[in-house]
């Protein structure tokens, strides 16, 4: 006969949808580790006490057990350790150790916490979670999810539904679409071309870093040897020339001073040289421009002398 399971009313209630904050990422503390330890702690010191304490409490009435008999070989006296494990064994196994436990830790307790306190440099046994975003579709967390483990590999991260209960901290090989920490599974989890893009930055980083360490180096060359910079490194990591400047632009003002303004320049020269006439005598043999009324004459005889050619 086949047994039926029992329907349990369903106690996880679920929350009222939130516009926009579907999914969410979140990492969990759990000091489980140290619990356990702490644990085996406990028991491992009451453990010693409790062996050495019943041990002698036992031997004791071993020995008195053994005055009745007085000198006698070590076969009687195996026989006599039987004999009384035979007539003694509803008052050796009367104490359980879970009771003996309890006593313990209550008259131990206190002490006992300072000095795992003291031996652990004071760990917390407080657990822990962090909500680390919210987001519409489960693909906007999942990329956040990843972001978030680059930047704290020290946590794992989960991608979740808001308003549903999740499993704390659930193991990662019982979970669909965690971030793990290890290396290995990263790299089998992430996007080719993600990794490549990632590559490609390192490797621009790289060249940036060696031309500023270039520049630099060329710097102190060249102050040790008393020489003249020819090239520097902007902020983009692109190389110039120190001599004509980042955009090889001449300012306008040094254009008009090398034209004008040098020493070498003549002006008398250009004011009384026939070669070089003035500005009013240029003026002077530049034909002037033709009146409205001279322009109408001009086009009448032009037209006028087309006419012929046509005939």
Known sequence: MEKTTPKL???????????????????????????????LYFFEKFLKNWDFRKSLEKYNQFTNF????????SEDVQNDLKEFVKEE????????????????????EEKMENDFNAENDFKTNVRGVKVRGVFETQKEAEIRCKLLQQLDPNHDVYV?????????????????????????????????????????????KRVKNAKKNAIEENKKIALENNNKLT???????????????KDNEVPLHDVRKELF?????????????????????????MPLPSTPEEENEKSSSIDVDASKKVD
């Not at 090239?231 to 400047?245: A, K, M, R, T």
């Open 89 to 108: 064994q509803e008052n050796l196994l009367n104490d359980t150790i879970e009771d003996e436990y309890k006593n313990f830790i209550d008259l131990h």
């Open 160 to 204: 979740g539904p808001v308003g549903l209960w999740m499993p704390w901290e659930p193991d990662a090989y019982k979970t669909g679409r965690v971030e793990h920490i290890e290396d290995e599974l990263n790299r089998l989890m992430h996007e080719k071309d993600k990794n490549e893009k990632n590559a490609k930055m390192h490797f621009e």
């Open 231 to 245: 090239q520097n490194i902007d902020e983009h990591g692109n190389l110039f020339s120190v001599n004509q400047g």
């Open 66 to 73: 053994l005055a009745y008999k007085y000198n006698l070989s």
């Open 261 to 285: 303004d040098e020493s070498n320049i003549n002006r008398d020269r250009l004011l009384c040289d026939p070669n070089h006439p003035s500005l009013l005598e240029r003026s002077k043999s």
């Open 9 to 39: 009313v369903d106690l996880l209630e679920e929350d009222n949808p939130l516009p926009g904050q579907k999914f969410v990422c979140v990492s969990f503390v759990s000091p489980e580790k140290i619990l356990k330890d702490k644990s």
